[in-house]
């Protein structure tokens, strides 16, 4: 058996969170590779709308192994927050939810790190969301970062000082005031209920499964445009976002990834600063976000918005081998006359058709391609027969662009609002 990988393919918030959970009846594991509480996974089914941060997006199945992999960062504070409001949701993550000892943890003080930092970037900040994931990232490339694993350590303390002591020299070097205290009172209560959670050598219980004949998903946070190596760097997160995340993030060999879902919205957005090609400074971009309600899962923050980008979204399916599309948000366009998509950039008087080295420091003019709207209410349709003959037209515009199938179309939040196009892929 092999694990499949889904991801995002833009610059995060493509409606990964919904997707996983639409596709989880089909698995057996849901396991989570990278990332860690910056992402923001919003889930809707009946009358419940809620958001993941650190907990893989089938949790709502009580039957579906979730698994947090070495490759995500936990903040336990953040970690039992979620699972008290799942807890109160009736949800018993006792019985399905495990953790990788191999994860590094975010303290209390690189999140203060995060927030100096970013404060003495000034203008030229990245849009941190402040959640301490570069700083701990660093000290785990660093060598020094603290795992789940070393919880179970009778040296654990000293070790956790010994951090809290480099960081403050670090600190020091700010004009950055900062009250440590409550931050770690509350920090060391959530590191004594992480202790009691199913904390597992995660590696050998994803190849197990699989060897087992279990099926496995791969679940990604962020976006291939944020990855540390091939996002819009440095305005990027600190992690690998793309498919080879997932054997890095989890312990699977290369040879042992099967369908790679790349999923993205039927247009383009991004939270914080960085390149944006495609974005819309205008009173459509602001329609876009209002019909959308573009606005952070994590942070709250407007999210800036434009039409889709073929040459990243090129880009992205190429880095990521993806063999299935997924698009979202197709109803958000159903109140246009005529939808853009970017099919080239022009930089400096040449027309090229893929991303450059130097896309942050260049001005880029995209050069469009114009397509009629499909001016209708997506919301309510439940098969591909019943969607409009434009949106159809804009699918296999895309498809023939692209050159991998768009097998599922989402109409709206709600798990209910899919249109499964191909089903023999899916």
């Not at 997160?237 to 890095?248: K, L």
């Amino acid at each position: 058996m092999k694990a499949d990988v889904l991801l995002g393919l833009q610059w995060g918030d493509e409606g990964k969170g919904k997707i996983v959970d639409v596709l989880t009846p089909k698995y057996n594991v849901i396991a989570r590779f990278q990332g860690g509480p910056n992402a923001g996974h919003s889930l809707k089914f009946g009358n419940i709308s809620h958001v993941l941060h650190t907990i893989p997006s089938g949790i709502f199945h009580e039957d579906k192994i979730n698994l947090i992999g070495n490759g995500v960062v936990i903040d336990p504070v953040v970690l039992k927050k979620e699972i008290d409001k799942l807890t109160e949701m009736g949800v018993d993550v006792s019985k399905n939810l495990f953790i990788s000892k191999k994860a590094h943890l975010i303290l209390p003080t690189h999140k203060l790190i995060d927030a100096a930092s970013e404060q003495a970037k000034g203008k030229t900040k990245i849009g941190s969301t402040l959640k301490g994931i570069g700083p701990t990232y660093m000290d785990k490339t660093g060598r020094n970062g603290l795992r789940v694993g070393d919880t179970l350590q009778d040296t654990f303390l000293q070790q956790y000082d010994k951090l809290v002591q480099k960081h403050k020299q670090i600190l020091s070097f700010y004009n950055f005031e900062y009250d440590l205290e409550p931050l770690q009172e509350e920090w060391m209560k959530s590191i004594d209920f992480l202790r009691q959670l199913n904390l597992i050598d995660s590696e050998h219980a994803v190849n197990k499964y699989l060897n087992e004949n279990k099926s496995v998903l791969a679940e990604g946070a962020q976006g291939t445009l944020l990855d540390i190596d091939f996002g819009s760097y440095p305005y990027v997160t600190s992690s690998n976002t793309i498919t080879a995340g997932a054997c890095t993030g989890l312990g699977i060999a290369p040879n042992k990834i099967g369908e790679v879902f790349g999923i993205f919205k039927a247009y383009c957005t991004r939270v914080g600063n960085g390149p944006f090609p495609t974005e819309l400074l205008d009173e459509t971009g602001e329609q876009i976000r209002k019909a959308g309600h573009e606005f952070g899962a994590t942070t709250g923050r407007p999210r800036r918005c434009g039409w889709l980008d073929l040459p990243a979204l090129k880009y992205a399916i190429m880095i990521n081998g993806v063999t299935q599309l997924i698009m979202t948000k197709a109803d958000v366009l159903g109140e246009f006359d005529t939808i853009k998509v970017c099919t080239h950039y022009e930089i400096n008087g040449e027309k090229i058709d893929y991303m450059p080295y130097d896309l942050v420091n260049v001005e880029v003019k995209p050069i469009y391609k114009e397509l009629p709207g499909w001016k209708a209410d997506l919301t309510q349709m439940h098969s591909a027969d019943e969607l409009p003959q434009a949106l159809h037209h804009y699918i296999e515009y895309l498809e023939n662009e692209l050159k991998v199938p768009v097998t599922i179309v989402s109409v709206g939040p709600d798990r209910s609002q899919t249109i499964i196009r191909e089903k023999s892929l899916v």
